[in-house]
């Protein structure tokens, strides 16, 4: 339960948490963090469809050691902290609030927001390496070719019909309302210090992994390395979290991946 001191009837708006937030854990974790892996995102993707004499080339090898493997790891796990980070901002942010008004000072606060980053982006790592594992086993069924796309239309189009079904789906939409009510999150899973702030980055990293692992398999769809496609599952992600209408977008949103996938079967 949360301590009653640290939050009074009347939730602070996001821009009341962010003016209490100390300036540098924001600073750092919804400008610093995602500008530069959208900076690494937008150069390996340059590479990998132009020359193929940088960051890409790696890629494109069909010996699939440790090191590479480790590499195709690291390029999930940034892809996720550029693509799913600012969407938790509404938390980090109103976290951030709560937390400078019941720690004993500033810097214990700061640390808390970093701890409940750092909860976050484990659990988006450790998705990042079930992705690099079904990238593999993919690739090793020849259903993605090396570009890191979908081989053929079928292919492309049940990875469209599963994203599809999963929009609709009651648990989709119950992480999705968990994920648009940052306040009652922290209302109901509060847990104080430093482990306390980790673990509610653990628990609320674990709904959205549930709200959106389905739509990350439309980057092998697109292709893993398409930044028109990145972009636009940023978009959805951040309308479904951060609007009114995420749970009917993400309703529309399945009707319409489905209908395409259906489509794409028939043609």
């Not at 720690?103 to 659990?123: E, K, N």
């Not at 009510?181 to 702030?197: C, V």
Request: with cysteine.
């Amino acid at each position: 339960m949360v301590d009653t001191t640290a939050l009074d009837d009347r939730p602070p708006t996001i821009l009341e948490s962010a003016l209490r937030l100390d300036r540098a854990p924001a600073v750092v974790l919804l400008i610093v963090l995602p500008l530069v892996s959208w900076m690494w995102i937008v150069v390996m993707a340059r590479d990998m469809y132009g020359p193929m004499t940088g960051a890409g080339a790696w890629m494109m090898t069909t010996v699939w050691d440790a090191p590479h493997l480790a590499l195709l790891w690291a390029m999930w796990a940034v892809m996720m902290v550029g693509m799913m980070l600012p969407s938790a901002s509404p938390m980090l942010l109103l976290y951030g609030g709560v937390a400078r008004r019941s720690a004993t000072g500033a810097s214990v606060a700061s640390r808390q927001i970093y701890a409940l980053a750092a909860g976050y982006l484990v659990v988006w790592a450790v998705f990042s390496l079930g992705a690099t594992a079904l990238q593999r086993l993919l690739a090793k069924l020849l259903f993605v070719s090396s570009m890191m796309e979908a081989t053929s239309p079928v292919v492309g189009a049940t990875l469209l019909l599963i994203a599809g079904v999963y929009q609709l789906t009651p648990i989709k939409h119950a992480c999705l309302r968990t994920c648009q009510s940052p306040f009652g999150f922290l209302m109901s899973r509060w847990r104080a210090g430093l482990p306390g702030a980790f673990r509610m980055g653990l628990e609320h990293g674990a709904l959205c992994v549930g709200c959106c692992w389905a739509l990350m398999l439309l980057l092998f769809a697109g292709g893993v390395m398409n930044l028109a496609v990145i972009a636009a599952l940023t978009a959805l992600v951040a309308f479904e979290k951060l609007t009114p209408f995420g749970a009917q977008g993400a309703r529309l949103s399945g009707v319409l991946l489905i209908a395409t996938a259906l489509w794409m079967f028939v043609g």
